[in-house]
């Protein structure tokens, strides 16, 4: 039945009365395209809107029959309005009511009327009132869906098939919320401090930065490849040669790896660069940025100056060049402790130039066997030959190597450790790299099941600085950037590059971590031409070769470049963050799944003969 214009211009016009009831499943916007859908979003109304006309569109939530009368909660982005149709009042609307299901997209009319008294719905933001409706339109039916919306144990690959399905969960919404609110924040930050926000190509050269790019053929010069940008970071510093000075961009960067829970092939960066900056300079410039986002989405007051440690620091701490600090338990040096021990693992770490750690996982000596089983197995894993460990219970040491142990240095690692009744004391004993890894993974791993990392309302901010420059790749067997070959040593140790110790070479480059989530990274880069063309030597990359991976480098670096630096933050990780989600894919509207694919698009997808053709290209390897 198709309702008459009248009584459908009524829905627009709050204050009229309502003269008939009417139901359509015809598209009825049609008659009133010229008009809005809607007096108001479905999370708006409240007691103080009572007796007023309105009109609201969306999705049915939920359907229930209640003898007759009609219950619907109609959903839109902002919300929830219950609906309720009374057959006796208006018997056309609540019929069609009742053929309505789940996700039927329809636009209603009706009265807004307080809820009675004892049924009305503290947890909905509308639940001291619902409309009842007049009018009914169907603005399109929905399919049974693949999957219930609400529901928890759906697959997560089902919901990506279906990702526009998935995307009306209010969590998504929620998401995608805290996203758009960051990179507006972060506009206006820039902006307000005299930033340009400038695009770089997406399809850029292949040349060796760090990550494995993805390429892209050329038709137009077959045989040849663009690589899509990993990174806009010879962009940003070709800008300062350009004399932008101050640039930021929300950059899409794609890197050619394996997917995991916090890391996805197509990523969206913060990137920034500034020329004439210190590293203290940069520091402050993403502390404000930083507050000022958390304040935004948290209501949080971040506090300036985050705190600092080396790179030497915090693997020497925590294990980790990211550190998790919402809780303690960090790595104790043991080495004077036991320099003379008759414990012989300890001492021939020690005496092949190693070291002893331990960490004191406090009220933890109920740990059961099969924990410590997982606690040795992960040791294993980062390269320990096992896990000594001390359970300390009934005022007793239990271990098998406490009898080794003389009483000096059982007083010195009590003191050292602060050992109490209840505690776990465990043990790393090998070169310095392994037994901080180990130690560090213990430690997170402990903290998980002891419950110390899941305070995700703390903002434990810290930047981590002094990097090494290079690091060795026994597989490839050559020297190795550890932030990309842009970064700068730091100036006091360019010396020890010239005399050819690249592994003690120290970089001007830092990170800043987020409750042991590394949230961004950065570097003051080289801007002279001879220092740029040492490093690419330094890195395997011989004068011809730096000719074709790098001239435009090069030879912008002639001509008058002036210092810079910069930074680059993980958008889709600082969304988690803030979201408080630990899947980065649900803070990405259409994410590939953890083997990158799309699942909904379905993509990668095999080519058209002809387009190989055209791309002078042919598959010799079939899956
Ligand atoms: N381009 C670097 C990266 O993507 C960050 C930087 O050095 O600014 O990790």
Redesign the pocket.
Known sequence: MVAKAKERRLTTENTEEVTSASVTSCPLWLIFQFMSYRTNHCGALRKADSGARVTLCGWVDSRRDHGGVVFIDLRDRNGITQVVFRPEEHSDAASAAHGLRGEDVIQISGVVTPRLAGTENPKLATGEIEVVADALAILNKADVLPFPLGEDSVSEDLRLEHRYLDLRRPEMVRNLTVRHKITKATRDYFDSQSFLEIETPVLSKSTPEGAREFLVPSRIFPGKFYALS????QY?QLLMVGGVERYFQIAK?FRDEDPRADRITELT?I???VSFVTEEEIFSLIEGLLAQIFHLVRDAEVSCPFPRLTYQGAMNRYGTDKPDRRFGMELVALDDTFRESQFKVFRAALDSGGVVKAINAKGFANITTGQIENLTEIARQYGARGLAFIKVENGEWKSPIVKFFSDTEKKALASRLGIEEGDLILFGADQWEVVCSVLGRIRLRVAEILGLNKDSSALEFLWVMDFPLLTYSMEEQKWNAV??PF?RPKGEDIHLLEAGEFGKVRAQAYDVVLNGVEIG???IRIHERDLQAKMFEVLGIPPDKQQILFPHLLKAFRFGSPPHG???LGVDRLVMLAAGTDNIRDVVAFPKNNRGEDLMMNSPSSPEPRQLRELGLQITRKP
């Open positions: 990993q990174s806009p970071q940003k960067c960066q990137d920034v660069e932030h990309h970064t990274g950065g570097s910069g930074i680059a």
